[in-house]
C-alpha cells in the first residue's frame, strides 16, 4: 500500500513541480511487455547512475520520475536488459527479449544447493507457489495431484486430515515405506502415517508432512531420480520433495490474508438394487440386515422389533438415496496471515494458520482441526549470514472408524433397502435404542456407533532449522545447518458398552458388546546437522566449477505407550480406570543414526555444457557393523544445445538434451537383524491374544525373527535421459524423460515356514525394476496482452513396476490385503498383484458346484491381476481474460485392479445392484457339472442340473469362489480441481489501503467416471494406508466427498 | 582444494571417534537373556491356546459336540467339510513357532545346564504337541523342524517314524532324568504341575500310553510296550491343565475370549449328536458341557443343519450353547482319559480284564471333572444306562469305551475327540434320516459339499507352511488319512 501511495503521492508531486519548475523531474510511464505482447510484472526500473528504481507492477506498468537525457534500464532474470534514453516522450513503452544466455532459473537441489536448471542433468520438476494454492488445499500432496508427472499421489480418503501418499517412479521397495524425503529449507521431516490400518476399525490422522502449510510455500521442487538424490542418502531412494518456504523481502511491510470456506458433499456411494427388500432366502425376516427379501410390493407392513406390544409400520417399499440422506454437507475453513518485510540485509516472515474442517457425518465425530504459527528470519551481517525457521503446530483430529465389526459406514451397507436410515437418528427412543434396534447383526443402530464411539487425535509439533553461512572469500562459504523436528501425539480411541435389557429382542446377542478404550502417547525427534564447503569459481572465462562438500550427521528417535482395556464399565465415559480389566500396555523406544560424507561436483562449460559427479559415503547405525559402511555415487550430464547452435533459436528457442546415473544406498529400520527374545504371547485364532502375566506369573519367549548377520543395504541404481524443449519463444515445451531404475538387494522379510522355528528373517532377497517415461507439454495456445489467454498443459507418465528378481527361496512376498484376497508380489511379474479364490474348473474348463449349484473354489488360488496403473495424465488448463481466470485440472489414472469390501458386503447383503442377475430367479450355472463317487470312491463329473435356488442366492452372491467379484479395474477419470478467479482492478483498489484482492470459486473432485465394473466407490479410496498396501483397496472405506467452496486472497 | 581435504580430515576425524555411536542397534525393547521358566510358560501358554482355542472349535465341530448357528457363518467352512488351506495358518505357526520353537530353547539350555527335570517337562510338553500336529495333519515336518536359519525348508517326517521317534525322546529324557534327578528349579513358572516331577512322570507315562493305543490299527502297535506301562501303573493321578486364566482381555480361556467374548456367543451352538445322546441318557453332564436356550432348554441342530434355509431368522440364543466361562481352565490331558486309554489298552492286549473297572473309573472321573453332583455307579451300574457289558468281540467292547471317552472329552479337549472318532469310528457315522442319537452316533453333516458320506480325516496344511516350504506338499484332500488311521 506504501508503495501505491508512494507511487500517487509522487505522481501529484511530480505534477505540482512540473507547473513550477519545468525542466526538472517528470513523471515517465509506460508499460514492459514481452516480445509476443505479454505484460511483464516485476521488470525492475532503474535510473542509470543512481539508485532510484521501481518494479514494474501486475500488469507490466511502471512510473519513475526522471529528468530529461537520463537513461531507464529496464531488467530482470532471463530477459535481455533495455536501456531507453527519455528525452520528450513521457510514455516509453518497452519489449524485452528473452535472454538465451540468463533464461535459467536458479533451482534448489540437493542439500540447500542452488543450481541453474540447465546444469541439472537429471529430471527435477518445479512448482511455484501459485500453482500450489490456486486451489487452497491443506496439505501439499493433495496441493500437487495431477500436476507431477511421474508421480502418483494418493489420498487415502477424503476424511477430515487423512493421509495422503506420494509414489514418486513406482515401487522402490516392498518392505518398508515408499513414500519421498521431505525437505524444508535444507532439512528433512518426519513424514509418518498417524493411522491404524486395522480391518476391525481403521483411523487415519493424516502424515507428518501434511502439517507444513502449504500457503507457506515458495517453491516445491520434486527430485525423482537417484541422479539427483544420491546427496541424501538412504532415505532419498523414493525420490525427494524440497520445500523452500516463503521469506521476507526487502522492501515495505506486506501482509497477506487468504480465507477459504469449502462445503462437501458425499460423492459416491454403491448402486443400490430397487427390487427386492428386507429378508434372507427369499424370505421375509424382520431381523434380517440383509436385503434377500421378496420383491417390493408396495403394501404396508410391519417391522422392527415388537416393543411395548406395538410395532412399525411402512410400506415394503424402495429407500431412495437411502445412505446419501445418513450423511450432510462437510465445511472446511482455512485461514492464512502472513507478515513479512525487511531491508537490504535482513528479512523477516511470520504466519499463521488455522484450518477447521468437519466431514460428511452427522456430527463433529468426523473433523480436524490445524494451527501452524511460523517465522523465518535471515539476516547478513559482513561475511555472516544467519538464517532459521521456527515452526510450531498442533493438530487435532477426531475419526469415524472404517472397516468390519463397528464401523457405521459398514453398518450403513447393512441395512436393507427399505429401511429408512435416517429414522434411526434418534438412538434412544424405543425402537431405535441397542435393547429394540430392528437387527442383532451387522452390530447396532449406525447413529449410536457414530454418536457413542469415537476417536480423537491431537499432535504438538516443533520443527525449523538454524544456518549460519561465512563468506570465506569471492568464491567460496562454509555453512553449518541444524535441523530440528520434534513432535509429541496422543491417540484415544473407543467403543461404547452395547448393553441391551435383558429380555429385550437383542439382549444375548451378537450386538451385546463390553466396549473399549485405548490410549496411546508417542514422542518423535529427529535432529539433523550439516556442515557444507561451497564453491563456485570460474576457473577460465569458459569453465566454471561449482562443488559442495559436507558431512551429515542425522539421528531419529521414538518412543511410544500404548494402553488398553477391553471393557467399559460406565456407559458414557470412556477411561482407561473405567474398566474391571487391569490395562494391558505396552512401551516402545526406537533410536537411528546415519553418518553421511557427501560431494557434487559440477563442471560448466560456457553455460552450454555441464558435468556432475555425485559421491557419497553413509555409516548406518541399522546394518550389520561389515555391512555398515556404504559407498554410492553417480554422474550426470546436461548440454544446452541451443546455446551451441544458436541458429536454430527462431524455432527452439531452448533445448537441453541430459543424461544421468546415480546409485543409492537403503538400509531398513532398526533392530532386525538380531534375533530377540520378546514378550510371551500366543495368537489366539487371529482375534485375540494370550499374555502374560498371567496368575502373577510372567512369559518371555523366543522371538519369530530369525537373525541375519549378512544383511547388505539395498541398492538403487538408476539411469536416465531426457530433453528439455521449447519452442516458439517457449509458446510449446516438452519435458521428457526415460528413466529405468533397478534396486538390487531387496531388503525383504523372509517368511520362514513356520517349522523352521521362525517366522520371518530379514533378509537381502530380490530386485526390483521401474522404468518408465515422464512427459510434461504445455501449450500458450492463446496470448494476448489484453485478451484471452489459454493455457494448457499435459502431464503424462507410465511407469512398469516389476520384481524382477526374487530369491528361491520364497515364492512370493505377501504385502498384505486379506488372508482370502491378498496383495502379493511374484518374481517376473508386475508389482503387485491381486490374488485370491477362483472357481474349480474340470479339465475342459467346466465350473464345478455344490450340491445347491453353487461354484466351488478351486483349492488354489490364483493371481487376478496387477494394481498398477497403466498410466496417469493430468491435463490442466487455465483461461485467462483480463481479471477473470479459470482453471481445471483433470486427473486420469488408466489400468490396475483394487479391492473393495463394499462390493464384497453390499453383495453379501443382497443391497448391490450386481445382485439381480435373472431377477434373483432360480438360474443353473452355465456350463457347470457337480462332482460325483463311482464305485472306486473316484471323482467323476456329471452335468449340473441343480439351479442355484433362492435360499441359497445369497450364497452364490458370498461363494469364495466368485471372490473375484469384489476385484475390479480401478480407473478413474477424475476433475480434480476447477478454480474460478477474478482480480480486483488495480484501478478499484487504488483508493483502498488494499495491493491486490483476488476471489475464486473452487470445485475439487466435482466428478469421477468409473468403469461399467465399478458401481461401488470412488476408486481413489484406501483403507490400507498410502503405501504399496495402499493399493489393495478398500476395506469398508468411508465414502468420498466433492466439494465447492471460495477463497478470498488480499495483500495489503 | 586444500580446504575440502582439510574438511574430509575433520569429518573422517569426527566419524572415527563417534563410529561407537553407531552401535546402537540392540534393540532395547526386549531382553537380552532368558531363563527356561519365561521361556516354559510361554510354551505352555501356546499350547493351550491352540489345544483351547483353534483346535478346540475346529474338534468342537468335527466330533460333534457344537455345530454352526444359523445366523451367523463363522464356521460354517468346517460344518461344510470345506476347510480351507489357510485354516491352520494360525495355530501351526502357533505350535511350531511359538510353542515348540521355546520349548527346544528349554531343553538346549537344560542340556547345557544338566537340569534333568527341566528337561523332563520340555521333551514331555514338545511330544504332546508333535503327537497332536501328526494327528492333525498327518506328516509334519519333525527331525529337520526347529533348526531355524540351518533348515528353513524342512522336509517332513513320516509320521511312524514321528511316533517312533517321541516315545524315544520320552524314554530318554526319563532315563536321564532317572539317572540324574535334578529337580526343575521353574517353580510355578510351570503353569501346569508347578514342576512337580512325580507329576510330570505321570504325565510322560499318559501320553506314551496315549501313542501306543493311537498306534493299535498299525503294524507298529506294540501290545507288550503296553503292557509294561500298564504293570508300572503310574499314569496321571491329578488333571494336567491349564488353569491360569483371569477374566480380562487377552487374559481368558481361548475359546471363551474369542467365540463368546469376540465373536458374540453367536456361532457355536450345540450339536444333536453329543446333545441329544446326554439328553436321552438323562446324562448330568449335558448341564456341564451346555447353556440352556433363551427359553431354558437344552435345543440343538443336527450336524450341519444350521446351514439350512428353514432356521433362517433363528439366532444362536435359541439354542444351547457350549458352557464355557472365562476361566474354564484347556486341559492337555485328564485322569478320566487315562483311564478310558488303561481300559482300551487291557481290552486290547489283556483279553479284556479289568477293562470294565477302568471303563467305570473313567466315567467317574469325568463325572467328577464335569463337577456333576450325581452318583456315576447310577450310569455304570447294574442296569445303568452306561453299564459295560464285556461281549468278547474286541470291536464292540470298544465302542462301549469310545463313546464314553467321546462324551468325557466334549469341552474338555475337543480336538483328542475328534482324533479318536476318526482313529475307531465311533461314534459311529449314520446316514440314517432319524439317527439313533441315544446309541451314540455321528451323522455326515448336512451341509457337507463332500461327495457321498465321506468326512474330514486330516487338515490342510496351511498355506503359511506351504507356500514357504517347497519341502511339504499339500495334501490332495481333507479326506486324507494320517498314518495311523488304518482301521
Known amino acids: 500500500m506504501k508503495k ?131 486451489g487452497s488445499q ?110 521476507g523481502k526487502a522492501g515495505k511491510l506486506v501482509v497477506d490474508l487468504t480465507s477459504t470456506a469449502f462445503f462437501s458433499q458425499i460423492s459416491r456411494t454403491p448402486k443400490y438394487q430397487e427390487s427386492f427388500g428386507q429378508g434372507w432366502d427369499g424370505l421375509h425376516y424382520l431381523i434380517e440386515n440383509g436385503s434377500w427379501g421378496p420383491k417390493f410390493d408396495g403394501q404396508p407392513r410391519v417391522w422392527g422389533s415388537v416393543v411395548d406390544n406395538s410395532q ?101 451397507m447393512q441395512i436393507p433397502t427399505d429401511l429408512n436410515i435416517a429414522g434411526f437418528r434418534d438412538y434412544k427412543n424405543k425402537f431405535n435404542n441397542v435393547s429394540n434396534y430392528y437387527t442383532p447383526y451387522g452390530i447396532t443402530n449406525p447413529y449410536f456407533t457414530l454418536n457413542e464411539n469415537g476417536s480423537e487425535y491431537s499432535k504438538e509439533r516443533v520443527y525449523g532449522s538454524f544456518d549460519v553461512a561465512v563468506d570465506i572469500n569471492e568464491w567460496s562459504n562454509l555453512t553449518y545447518r541444524f535441523g530440528l523436528d520434534q513432535y509429541s501425539d496422543r491417540t484415544a480411541v473407543w467403543e461404547a458398552i452395547v448393553a441391551p435389557v435383558p429380555g429385550s429382542p437383542n439382549f444375548g446377542s451378537s450386538t451385546e458388546y463390553p466396549g473399549t478404550y485405548l490410549e496411546a502417547t508417542s514422542s518423535v525427534k529427529q535432529l539433523n546437522h550439516d556442515i557444507l564447503y561451497d564453491v563456485d569459481l570460474d576457473v577460465t572465462e569458459d569453465i566454471r566449477i561449482q562443488t559442495t562438500s559436507g558431512f551429515n550427521i542425522n539421528s531419529r528417535t521414538l518412543s511410544s505407550i500404548t494402553a488398553s482395556v477391553g471393557s467399559q464399565d460406565l456407559f458414557g465415559f470412556y477411561s482407561l480406570s ?51 559402511s556404504v559407498l554410492y555415487g553417480g554422474v550426470n550430464t546436461s548440454w544446452v544445445f541451443t546455446r551451441t547452435f544458436e541458429g536454430i533459436s527462431k524455432v527452439l528457442n531452448y533445448g537441453k538434451l541430459r543424461a544421468g546415473y546415480g546409485e543409492v544406498g537403503v538400509d531398513t529400520d532398526p533392530y532386525q537383524i538380531t534375533p530377540v527374545f520378546v514378550a510371551g504371547s500366543a495368537d489366539n485364532q487371529g482375534f485375540r491374544d494370550l499374555n502374560f502375566p498371567l496368575a502373577g506369573v510372567n512369559g518371555f519367549e523366543v522371538g519369530n525373527r530369525a537373525a541375519n548377520p549378512n544383511l ?103 504385502l498384505g490385503g486379506l488372508s482370502s484376497t491378498s496383495l502379493i508380489a511374484i518374481e517376473g511379474r508386475r508389482i503387485a498383484l491381486i490374488q485370491g479364490s477362483v472357481p474349480r474348473r474340470t479339465d475342459s474348463g467346466q465350473m464345478v458346484v455344490d450340491a445347491d449349484g453353487v461354484p466351488i473354489a478351486a483349492s488354489e488360488k490364483e493371481v487376478y491381476g496387477d494394481t498398477q496403473y497403466d498410466y496417469t495424465l493430468g491435463v490442466t488448463n487455465d483461461f485467462s481474460y483480463k481479471n477473470l481466470s479459470l482453471g481445471f485440472t483433470l486427473d486420469v489414472r488408466e489400468g490396475g485392479l483394487m479391492y473393495s469390501r ?151 | 582444494m586444500k580446504k575440502i581435504f582439510s574438511l574430509i580430515f575433520i569429518s573422517c576425524f569426527v566419524l572415527t571417534s563417534c563410529e561407537d555411536e553407531l552401535d546402537i542397534n540392540t534393540n532395547p525393547n526386549t531382553p537380552k537373556e532368558i531363563n527356561s521358566g519365561l521361556a516354559l510358560t510361554s510354551a505352555e501358554g501356546s499350547v493351550a491356546t491352540v489345544i483351547g482355542g483353534d483346535f478346540f472349535n475346529l474338534g468342537g465341530m468335527l466330533a460333534q459336540y457344537y455345530t454352526q448357528s444359523p445366523g451367523a457363518g463363522q464356521y460354517q467352512n468346517i460344518d461344510q467339510y470345506n476347510i480351507n488351506t489357510d485354516f491352520a495358518n494360525r495355530s501351526w505357526t502357533e505350535l511350531y513357532a511359538g510353542g515348540l520353537n521355546d520349548l527346544q530353547f528349554v531343553q538346549d539350555l537344560a542340556i547345557e545346564n544338566e537340569e534333568t527335570g527341566t528337561y523332563l517337562i520340555a521333551t514331555v510338553l514338545k511330544a504332546y504337541t508333535f503327537q497332536y500336529l501328526v494327528d492333525v495333519f498327518g506328516d509334519v515336518p519333525y527331525e529337520e523342524a526347529l533348526l531355524g536359519n540351518d533348515n528353513i525348508q524342512p522336509s517332513p517326517t513320516p509320521g511312524a517314524e514321528i511316533y517312533t521317534d517321541l516315545i524315544a525322546t520320552v524314554n530318554d529324557a526319563l532315563a536321564k532324568y532317572e539317572a540324574n534327578p535334578v529337580a526343575s528349579d521353574v517353580g510355578q513358572q510351570d503353569l501346569i504341575y508347578g514342576a512337580n516331577m512325580a507329576k510330570w512322570i505321570q504325565f510322560a507315562n499318559t501320553l506314551k500310553l496315549k501313542m501306543y493305543i493311537r498306534m493299535a490299527y498299525t503294524s507298529q502297535a506294540d501290545g507288550p510296550a503296553v503292557m509294561a506301562l500298564v504293570s508300572e501303573d503310574n499314569f496321571l493321578t491329578s488333571d494336567a491343565k491349564f488353569s491360569a486364566y483371569a477374566d480380562a482381555l487377552n487374559k481368558r480361556n481361548p475359546f471363551y475370549d474369542v467365540q463368546i467374548d469376540y465373536l458374540g456367543d453367536v456361532n457355536t451352538v450345540a450339536s444333536n449328536s453329543l446333545l441329544e445322546f446326554y439328553n436321552r441318557k438323562n446324562d448330568p453332564r449335558i448341564a456341564e458341557v451346555y447353556r440352556v436356550n433363551n427359553e431354558d432348554d437344552f435345543v440343538g441342530i443336527d450336524q450341519g443343519f444350521g446351514l439350512d434355509a428353514s432356521l433362517g431368522g433363528t439366532l444362536g440364543a435359541d439354542y444351547s450353547r457350549p458352557k464355557i466361562e472365562a476361566t474354564t481352565p484347556v486341559y492337555f490331558m485328564t485322569v478320566a482319559e487315562s483311564n478310558f486309554l488303561q481300559a482300551e489298552a487291557l481290552l486290547r492286549y489283556a483279553g479284556g480284564s479289568g477293562v470294565e473297572t477302568k471303563y467305570n473309573e473313567g466315567v467317574a472321573e469325568s463325572f467328577m471333572l464335569y463337577g456333576v453332583p450325581e452318583d456315576p455307579n447310577t450310569f455304570t451300574g447294574a442296569g445303568g444306562e452306561y453299564e459295560y457289558s464285556a461281549t468278547g468281540d474286541v470291536e ?92
Open chain 1, 902 to 1052: 463394499t462390493a464384497n458386503i453390499t453383495s453379501f447383503t443382497g443391497n448391490s445392484i450386481t445382485t439381480t442377475y435373472n431377477d434373483r430367479q432360480p438360474f443353473i450355472v452355465p456350463n457347470s457339472v457337480q462332482v460325483e463317487l463311482d464305485v472306486d470312491g473316484n471323482e467323476t463329473f456329471v452335468e449340473n442340473t441343480t439351479a442355484v435356488d433362492v435360499a441359497h442366492m445369497d450364497d452364490y452372491y458370498s461363494a469364495t469362489a466368485l471372490a473375484r467379484n469384489d476385484v475390479f479395474d480401478k480407473s478413474f477419470v477424475k476433475l480434480r480441481e476447477v478454480v474460478f478467479s477474478y482480480s480486483f482492478p488495480k484501478k478499484l483498489l487504488a483508493q483502498t489501503p488494499i495491493d491486490n484482492v483476488s476471489v475464486s470459486l473452487i470445485g475439487r473432485n466435482l466428478f469421477v467416471w468409473t468403469p461399467e465394473s465399478n458401481q461401488f466407490i470412488d476408486p481413489e479410496n484406501s483403507t490400507f494406508g498410502t503405501d504399496i498396501e495402499g493399493q489393495f483397496g478398500e476395506f469398508s472405506a468411508n465414502p468420498s466427498t466433492r466439494s465447492v467452496g471460495f477463497s478470498l486472497k488480499t495483500r495489503f
Open chain 2, 396 to 487: 464292540a467292547d470298544l465302542e462301549q469305551i469310545i463313546v464314553q471317552k467321546w462324551a468325557a472329552l466334549a469341552n474338555i479337549n475337543n480336538i483328542e475327540g475328534w482324533i479318536e472318532t476318526k482313529r475307531t469310528g465311533y461314534p459311529i457315522l449314520t446316514t440314517l434320516d432319524i439317527p439313533p442319537y441315544q446309541k451314540g452316533r455321528r451323522i455326515v453333516s448336512f451341509a457337507s459339499v463332500l461327495p457321498g458320506d465321506q468326512i474330514p480325516f486330516s487338515i490342510f496344511y496351511p498355506d503359511n507352511e506351504v507356500t514357504r516350504n517347497q519341502n511339504l506338499i499339500q495334501k490332495a484332500g481333507l479326506t486324507e488319512k494320517v498314518w495311523w488311521n488304518q482301521r
Open chain 1, 138 to 247: 491443506s496439505n501439499i500432496a493433495d496441493a500437487l495431484k495431477g500436476k507431477v508427472a511421474g508421480v502418483n499421489i494418493s489420498s487415502a480418503s477424503t476424511d477430515p486430515g487423512a493421509s495422503s501418499g506420494v509414489i514418486i517412479r513406482g515401487t522402490s521397495t516392498l518392505n518398508g515405506s515408499n513414500q519421498p524425503l521431505y525437505v524444508i529449507d535444507g532439512i528433512p521431516i518426519n513424514n509418518e502415517s498417524s493411522s491404524e490400518t486395522s480391518l476391525d476399525g481403521a483411523y487415519d490422522f493424516g502424515r507428518g508432512s501434511q502439517d507444513v502449510n502449504p500457503d507457506n510455500i515458495e517453491t516445491i521442487s520434486i527430485l525423482k531420480g537417484a541422479a539427483a538424490t544420491t546427496l541424501y542418502g538412504s532415505r532419498a531412494a523414493n525420490g525427494v520433495i524440497i520445500i523452500t518456504t516463503k521469506s
Open chain 1, 712 to 814: 547388505k543395504p539395498e541398492r538403487r541404481k538408476e539411469f536416465e535421459i531426457g530433453a528439455e524443449l521449447e519452442f516458439f519463444k517457449s509458446r510449446i515445451s516438452l519435458d521428457f524423460t526415460y528413466y529405468n531404475a533397478t534396486v538390487e538387494n531387496q531388503i525383504l522379510d523372509l517368511p520362514l515356514s513356520p517349522s523352521s522355528g521362525y517366522t520371518i528373517q530379514r533378509a537381502n532377497l530380490g530386485e526390483i525394476s521401474n522404468d518408465g517415461i515422464e512427459a510434461l507439454l504445455k501449450l500458450s495456445l492463446f496470448r494476448s496482452r489484453d485478451g484471452f489467454n489459454w493455457d494448457t498443459s499435459l502431464n503424462s507418465s507410465q511407469n512398469n513396476s516389476e520384481l524382477t528378481k526374487l530369491d528361491d527361496r520364497i515364492n512370493q512376498v505377501d
Open chain 1, 4 to 134: 501505491r501511495l508512494h507511487g500517487f503521492l509522487t505522481l501529484f508531486l511530480a505534477l505540482v513541480v512540473q507547473l513550477s519548475f519545468a525542466q526538472e523531474q517528470q513523471m515517465v510511464s509506460g508499460t514492459v511487455t514481452d516480445d509476443s505482447g505479454l505484460p511483464l510484472p516485476g521488470v525492475n526500473v532503474l535510473i542509470e547512475g543512481t539508485n532510484r528504481g521501481v518494479q514494474a507492477d501486475f500488469d507490466g506498468n511502471y512510473a519513475i520520475e526522471a529528468v530529461s537525457g537520463q537513461v531507464l534500464i529496464f531488467s530482470f532474470v532471463g530477459l535481455e536488459t533495455g536501456r531507453y534514453t527519455f528525452l520528450q516522450n513521457p510514455t516509453i513503452n518497452v519489449i524485452l527479449a528473452l535472454d538465451a544466455a540468463q533464461l535459467d532459473e536458479v533451482i534448489v537441489t540437493a542439500v540447500g544447493i542452488k543450481r541453474e536448471r540447465s546444469s541439472l542433468g537429471s529430471a527435477t520438476t518445479t512448482i511455484g507457489s501459485e500453482a500450489i494454492n490456486q
Open chain 1, 312 to 412: 412399525q409400520l411402512k410400506p415394503y417399499s424402495f429407500q431412495k438415496d437411502q445412505l446419501e440422506n445418513f450423511f450432510t454437507t462437510g465445511t472446511y475453513f482455512l485461514n492464512n496471515v502472513a507478515v513479512s518485510g525487511g531491508s537490504e540485509t535482513s528479512t523477516v516472515r511470520l504466519s499463521y494458520s488455522n484450518l477447521d474442517q468437519d466431514g460428511i457425518y452427522p456430527t463433529d465425530a468426523d473433523s480436524f482441526q490445524r494451527n501452524t504459527i511460523g517465522i523465518n528470519a535471515k539476516s547478513k551481517i559482513g561475511i555472516l549470514t544467519i538464517g532459521g525457521n521456527l515452526n510450531y503446530v498442533n493438530t487435532a483430529g477426531s475419526g469415524v472408524a472404517t472397516g468390519q465389526g463397528l464401523s457405521v459406514y459398514n453398518n450403513l
Open chain 1, 578 to 628: 473405567n474398566s474391571g480389566e487391569d490395562p494391558s500396555a505396552t512401551s516402545e523406544i526406537s533410536e537411528r543414526k546415519l553418518y553421511g560424507l557427501y560431494n557434487t561436483t559440477t563442471l560448466g562449460y560456457r553455460n552450454t555444457l555441464y558435468l556432475t559427479g555425485n559421491i557419497r559415503n553413509d555409516w548406518y547405525s541399522t546394518l550389520p557393523k561389515e555391512n555398515r
